[in-house]
């Protein structure tokens, strides 16, 4: 049985979105996972989670304020790089 349920949808897309913005500013960076992960203080398992936008298959990822602060500052990016608008709607937890 799926995990996401469909209150989950906007935030699991939004998510995932996330990932895509950290994996393309890493790139332009010129810097791997590994080294992106260890600068911020993270696993690298748990940077290539946020990157991939799911803590385990099914499950969307809920990365702390405080690490995506750490890797913006370790890609040099400001959060709205990282962090797409529209928020999505999350009233209906």
Excluded at 67 to 88: G, S, T
Aim: glycine residues 6%; charged residues 25%; negative net charge.
């Amino acid at each position: 049985m799926p995990r996401n349920t469909p209150i989950d949808e906007p935030w699991s897309a939004y998510i995932k979105e996330v990932g895509l913005n950290l994996q393309r500013l890493r790139i332009s960076k010129g810097l791997s996972q590994e080294r992106t992960a260890y600068d911020a203080g993270l696993s690298r398992y748990t940077y290539q989670k946020f990157e991939k936008g799911e803590s385990m298959p099914g499950t969307p990822a809920n990365p702390s304020l405080h690490n995506i602060m750490a890797i913006a500052q370790v890609l040099e990016a400001d959060l709205e790089e990282i962090l797409p608008r529209p928020w999505p709607d999350l009233h209906a937890r």
